[in-house]
């Protein structure tokens, strides 16, 4: 018999459908794989097995754990359940501990509650509980705070509460979205080695495709609220039947087609670059430094597309920022087009002219109170002569052609676009003054993977067509590996590997860059497209 | 926390310094000079120079103020002009009214904005809730000084259950001492504990939407236990800050109600000053007002460390 | 919204009344009429009378023109020096524009408003322009601070980032890209302040350091009539309440201000 059997599953919230006809099951020992975009339920799916939905939600069917009807029990019973037999792991492992509370203690809560031991006996099984999830008591001691562990340290500290019962169903809901690929790779081989030893049963919910199925011994995908296939992942993998598995499938591996060649001429020049931030000093002490950005140097050639790779606190973004001219330079320079970007503190328009930028959130790209039309034009600040009247309509419609939006979106306001159009109308506003250079922050993270491959696409056929330079700054390194010629791997400041972009993911140099290689999830031989 | 403390002692001193160099520049610009302000237009030559060597006026400015400083340090506040009796002793003697004055209406405004503010954050949008934000509502718009006229008709006048005015002091014994600072003290605290209520359940309400009650939830935690274990603590942050800004409300706000329930206080202290010109007074009793303002927000800060402990660490 | 309604309607029949006040009021407030003194409510005096005999409907009328227009021009002082102090603190975080302007904000906020106008009233006595510059002092911290934080919070956004790419200073970010997208939260303050406002102005006029006499205010009546209003009680009854219902009222706008304009709240309502 299944462990975990949802049977007919139907959600709402306030009247408005969120899961429609959800039937999924899951053995002891077992990994089940939810996968799908934001918005297709499978956050919810986990939540109605814990029965924590949101206020004014109400669910039909059935979750039966062990055979009894989660649905039907009383809240009373429920709490029993939660932490005894099923234990969960959230996304954001920065919130999702008390801050106020040592983390022995917050373990030790979830024994204390089931088991009623002492508090000497519940640090025992925190303390246990915390090696077991990799924390062990010499490092770690229990009287730490969340505040003073890094993310992957914290998710340790969720994991411990969840498995610290020892229940027979563990559900991770984007277990590694909000951490770093190598901090990833940890946590999801815990996990495997959690269910192996304790023969629980886990429900893994991602986005990303690789990470499950890396993980999981079936899966199951959702969109708009209705599971579209489920099956083995062998299986699913080869087969992938319905159009949306097909698209998702397809998007996870894609790679755009590019045509730009470099043609030699030096765009941007990096020299020895340093930044330092001042920490905040004590009474007498002496002020102390933080090297974010440690000498570092690089070209780019015009035409060229060059990935900057590295985790997050690398230092990646400071060194994007100095090259916009917003940080001041410690040591070295910074050269475009020949001329020096923040000679003296004050950046000259006619430099700046030479460059825009794409960031990260389609959300806060953008000031809400002003129409696009306003939005893409804000660069024409740079220019001398602005364009006027039927120039600047032409430029707005050349933009917004451009970036595959019609020219009567100009009127609109950001809020009526949705998170990928709005990526769109960033790459317009970067594109309006035809820069040599755009740097590329993290452009396609927020997104969902069919929409990020409609991004990335877009991107390459702009390159090829306008002749644009790219820098490419990314975490994640299929995107960085899909559009880049040569690719930069950052760690703590330094440059510790520049090479073609397919030479270094082939055969890396640094140890660094093999590991950071080898924990990024893959998609199994054979499966693309 | 050692260097945190230090820092935090050299910034109330240096702010406790700015104060009473404000309050004593006010006091310099004065039309004309202080001692003729004090005397009026039709003083005596002869009162006047006496007053004003009694005053220091003929030395500099920067000599006055460290003399009234280095006083107030010695506990020398000077002499009152119109009551000739040493200033320290009249504050002291006030003190014992308005501090036990503020004291309870702090009290009674956390006792009763405390499980208001959490009644009705754990029963979000019952009657209870709506009842609770209704009265508050109201209790926030009413002015204070004429809730404590209607109060001294109701009870004292009507019912006769307190005294309408004057302090019986405290020698009578503690309950007499209370019983006629009762109804000031309910007047003072109304307005604010309304606003501590509605910032307590608003508070309470960010903290159980925040993740980690959600996991204290998926660990088998009860709605109950959460909002007791993990919501309180950190809902409390806030609450501290505004118990803290209340704290100076309560102050000004006993100047007003000590002239409804003609309490010998601080408040009508200074009013009586006011009206005989009595500077020397007034600026030692704002002074010490406003340190009581700064040291109650010092030692608030210094209780975000007891609750947080992100801010006990290396800074 | 219904809160917002409630509210709307109660500050603008007081703010109407003070209006109309400028131009007519039922009786002469100047003129002593014993003969009709410390009447209760009828077709006349539809509030009675106090207890000089004087319409206590032309004096509240009167008397909300006080409380508004010190209310008011407080506020715009709060907000029209608080404003340039938080935007530039923000633009220039930890210069020592803001260092200056924080630690200003934090000797005023020592200084509660009473405190100030009872400083300002020994030095220059008292006044309704005095218990304007006390209770605008004390709002320019409020202003300043609230300001400097949500600026802050937007200093860090995507947009003023590509703003700076794109060439334009920190003023003109302040004035094009910052100001807007904090007038939603200035309009709440406002109107609290505002409120707030109303009842210093009265509790200042109680003590006597507010308007002074013939110019009529809420407080002044309530503190004339405390040794009568046992016997009259509309005497206390019609001056608090409109005290009470302009402060509520301005309440419920805020309130339901806020709930309009915070686009995560309407979001939820939909």
Same mark, same amino acid.
């Given at each position: 018999m299944s462990l975990l059997q949802?049977?007919?599953?139907?959600?709402?919230?306030?009247?408005?459908?969120?899961?429609?006809? /959800?039937?999924?099951?899951?053995?002891?020992?077992?990994?089940?794989?939810?996968?799908? #975009?934001?918005?297709?339920?499978?956050?919810?799916?986990?939540?109605?097995?814990?029965?924590?939905?949101?206020?004014?939600?109400?669910?039909?069917?059935?979750?039966?754990?062990?055979?009894?009807?989660?649905?039907?029990? +009383?809240?009373?019973?429920?709490?029993?359940?939660?932490?005894?037999? $099923?234990?969960?792991?959230?996304?954001?492992?920065?919130?999702?501990?008390?801050?106020?509370?040592?983390?022995?203690?917050?373990?030790?809560?979830? $024994?204390?509650?089931?088991?009623?031991?002492?508090?000497?006996?519940?640090?025992?099984?925190?303390?246990?509980?915390?090696?077991? @999830?990799?924390?062990? #008591?010499?490092?770690?001691?229990?009287?730490? =705070?969340?505040?003073?562990?890094?993310?992957?340290?914290?998710?340790? $500290?969720?994991?411990?509460?969840?498995?610290?019962?020892r229940p027979a169903l563990l559900i991770a809901d984007e277990p590694t979205t909000a951490l770093d690929v190598t901090t990833q790779a940890e946590i999801l081989n815990l996990l495997r080695r959690l269910v192996q030893e304790e023969g629980c049963g886990l429900m893994l919910i991602s986005h990303d495709l690789a990470v499950v199925a890396s993980m999981a011994d079936r899966i199951a995908i959702m969109r708009a609220g209705e599971v579209v296939e489920q099956g083995p992942t062998a299986e699913i993998l080869r087969q992938m039947q319905h159009p949306y598995s097909r698209a998702l499938r397809a998007a996870s591996a894609h790679a755009p087609e590019r045509g730009a060649v470099a043609t030699g001429e030096t765009l941007l020049n990096c020299d020895g670059v340093v930044r330092d931030y001042a920490l905040p000093r004590g009474l007498l002490a002496a002020p102390q430094h933080f090297r974010a950005v440690d000498g570092v140097s690089f070209t780019i050639k015009r035409g060229e597309s060059?990935?900057? /790779?590295?985790?997050?606190?690398?230092?990646?973004?400071?060194?994007?920022?100095?090259?916009?001219?917003?940080?001041?330079?410690? @040591?070295?320079?910074?050269?475009?087009s020949g001329q020096p970007i923040n000679a003296n503190g004050h950046v000259d328009p006619a430099i700046r002219k030479h460059m825009q930028v794409v960031f990260q959130d389609p959300y806060g790209s953008f000031n809400p109170r002003h129409r696009v039309e306003r939005l893409i034009c804000e660069p024409f600040h740079l220019w001398d002569d602005p364009p006027v009247g039927a120039a600047r309509d032409k430029a707005i419609a050349d933009a917004l052609e451009a970036v595959g939006l019609s020219v009567a979106d100009r009127h609109k306001f950001p809020h009526e676009f949705s998170g990928g159009q709005r990526q769109r109308i960033a790459i317009a506003r970067a594109l309006i003054t035809r820069p040599d250079l755009i740097i590329l922050d993290e452009a396609v993270s927020a997104l969902d993977v069919s929409v990020r491959a409609q991004v990335l696409g877009l991107l390459a056929?702009?390159?090829?067509?306008?002749?644009?330079? =790219?820098?490419?700054?990314?975490?994640?390194?299929?995107? $960085?590996?899909?559009?880049?010629?040569?690719?930069?791997?950052?760690?703590?400041?330094?440059?510790?590997? #520049?090479?073609?972009?397919?030479? /270094?993911?082939?055969? +890396?140099?640094?140890? =660094?860059? @093999?590991?950071?290689?080898k924990a990024a999830p893959r998609l199994p031989e054979g499966v693309g497209g | 926390m050692g260097r945190f403390l230090i820092r935090r002692l050299l910034g109330l001193i240096v702010a406790l310094a700015v104060a009473s160099v404000v309050i004593f520049l006010c006091l310099e610009v004065v039309p004309g000079d202080p001692a003729a302000y004090m005397l009026g237009v039709n003083a005596r030559p002869d009162t006047l120079a006496a007053l004003r060597a009694e005053l220091g006026l003929d030395g500099s400015a920067v000599q006055r103020y460290f003399d009234w400083i280095g006083g107030m340090l010695r506990g020398d506040f000077g002499i009152s002009y119109t009551y000739r009796t040493p200033v320290s002793g009249m504050i002291v003697d006030r003190m014992w009214v308005s501090l036990p004055l503020a004291l309870y209406a702090l009290g009674l405004s956390v006792a009763i904005a405390f499980p208001a503010g959490i009644w009705a954050a754990s029963r979000r949008g019952s009657a209870a809730d709506l009842g609770v934000m209704g009265v508050t509502q109201l209790g926030v718009a009413v002015p204070n000084f004429w809730f404590a006229m209607l109060m001294v008709?109701?009870?004292?006048?009507?019912?006769?259950?307190?005294?309408?005015?004057?302090?019986? *002091?405290?020698?009578? *014994?503690?309950?007499? *001492?209370?019983?006629?600072?009762?109804?000031?003290?309910?007047?003072?605290?109304?307005?604010?504990?309304?606003?501590?209520?509605?910032?307590?359940r608003s508070s309470l309400l960010d903290t159980l939407g925040e993740d980690y009650i959600r996991t204290a939830r998926a660990k088998g935690v009860s709605r109950r236990r959460a909002i007791w274990a993990h919501g309180l603590r950190n809902a409390l942050i806030p609450v501290l800050t505004i118990i803290g800004l209340q704290f100076s409300f309560l102050l000004a706000g006993a100047i007003i109600i000590e002239n409804v329930f003609y309490l010998p206080g601080l408040g009508r202290l200074v009013f009586q000053a006011i009206s005989s010109r009595d500077l020397i007074v007034v600026e030692s009793v704002v002074l010490l007002l406003v340190f009581a303002v700064i040291a109650v927000n010092f030692a608030v800060d210094m209780a975000y460390g007891l609750v947080d402990p992100r801010l006990r660490g290396r800074r | 919204m219904k809160g917002l309604w409630l509210g709307a309607i109660l500050v603008s029949v007081f703010v109407g009344a003070a209006l109309l006040s400028l131009v007519w009021v039922p009786y002469d407030i100047i003129q002593m009429n014993m003969a009709q003194r410390l009447q209760g409510p009828s077709w006349p005096h539809p509030l009675g009378t106090d207890h000089y005999g004087r319409d206590m409907l032309s004096m509240i009328m009167l008397g909300a023109r006080t409380s508004i227009a010190v209310a008011l021009v407080a506020v715009g002082?709060?907000?029209? !020096?608080?404003?340039?102090?938080?935007?530039?603190?923000?633009?220039?975080?930890?210069?020592?524009?803001?260092?200056?302007?924080?630690?200003?904000?934090?000797?005023?906020?020592?200084?509660?408003?009473?405190?100030?106008?009872?400083?300002?009233?020994?030095?220059?006595?008292?006044?309704?322009?005095?218990?304007?510059?006390?209770?605008?002092?004390?709002?320019?911290?409020?202003?300043?601070?609230?300001?400097?934080?949500?600026?802050?919070?937007?200093?860090?956004?995507?947009?003023?980032?590509?703003?700076?790419?794109?060439?334009?200073?920190?003023?003109?970010?302040?004035?094009?890209?910052?100001?807007?997208?904090?007038?939603?939260?200035?309009?709440?303050?406002?109107?609290?302040?505002?409120?707030?406002?109303?009842?210093?102005?009265?509790?200042?006029?109680?003590?006597?350091?507010?308007?002074?006499?013939?110019?009529?205010?809420?407080?002044?009546? !309530?503190?004339?009539t405390q040794t009568m209003y046992s016997i009259a009680l509309h005497l206390a009854l019609v001056p608090g309440l409109s005290i009470l219902l302009t402060v509520l009222g301005l309440n419920l706008m805020g309130d339901g201000l806020r709930d309009l304009l915070d686009p995560r709240v309407r979001r939820a309502a939909r």
């Open positions: 949802i049977e007919g599953l139907h959600m709402a919230i306030h009247g408005q459908p969120i899961l429609r006809d /959800v039937s999924l099951s899951l053995a002891r020992g077992e990994v089940l794989g939810i996968i799908g #975009e934001s918005g297709s339920g499978k956050s919810m799916t986990a939540f109605s097995v814990m029965r924590l939905l949101p206020r004014g939600a109400g669910c039909l069917g059935a979750v039966r754990l062990d055979g009894r009807d989660l649905l039907q029990l +009383p809240e009373r019973q429920m709490n029993n359940i939660r932490g005894r037999m $099923v234990g969960m792991i959230f996304q954001e492992p920065m919130t999702a501990l008390n801050p106020l509370k040592t983390i022995g203690d917050q373990v030790a809560e979830t $024994v204390r509650l089931h088991e009623g031991l002492s508090r000497r006996a519940a640090w025992d099984r925190a303390r246990a509980a915390l090696a077991r @999830a990799e924390l062990p #008591e010499e490092s770690f001691p229990l009287t730490r =705070y969340p505040h003073e562990l890094s993310g992957g340290q914290r998710q340790r $500290v969720v994991i411990a509460m969840a498995i610290a019962c060059l990935g900057l /790779v590295g985790e997050s606190g690398c230092g990646k973004s400071t060194l994007t920022r100095a090259i916009l001219g917003l940080e001041p330079l410690q @040591a070295g320079r910074i050269e475009i056929d702009l390159q090829g067509r306008l002749g644009l330079t =790219y820098l490419f700054i990314s975490h994640d390194l299929s995107v $960085v590996r899909s559009i880049t010629d040569r690719v930069l791997v950052m760690k703590a400041g330094k440059i510790v590997e #520049e090479g073609e972009t397919r030479a /270094v993911f082939d055969a +890396p140099a640094h140890p =660094y860059t @093999a590991q950071l290689i | 008709l109701l009870f004292a006048i009507k019912l006769r259950w307190f005294p309408s005015g004057g302090f019986a *002091g405290w020698d009578e *014994g503690l309950f007499a *001492g209370l019983k006629s600072l009762t109804l000031p003290a309910i007047a003072l605290a109304l307005p604010q504990a309304s606003i501590l209520t509605r910032v307590m | 002082i709060g907000m029209g !020096l608080g404003v340039p102090l938080g935007l530039t603190a923000a633009a220039r975080r930890g210069g020592w524009i803001d260092e200056i302007v924080m630690r200003g904000n934090d000797l005023i906020f020592a200084f509660p408003s009473l405190l100030i106008a009872i400083l300002i009233t020994a030095i220059f006595g008292a006044s309704a322009v005095n218990a304007i510059i006390a209770i605008g002092i004390f709002n320019i911290p409020v202003f300043a601070r609230l300001v400097r934080g949500g600026a802050l919070s937007l200093w860090t956004r995507d947009y003023i980032l590509a703003a700076r790419v794109a060439g334009k200073g920190r003023a003109r970010i302040s004035i094009e890209h910052i100001l807007p997208n904090l007038t939603n939260l200035l309009i709440v303050q406002g109107t609290i302040q505002f409120s707030l406002g109303i009842l210093a102005e009265a509790g200042l006029s109680y003590v006597g350091l507010g308007a002074q006499p013939p110019v009529p205010s809420w407080g002044r009546m !309530l503190a004339d």
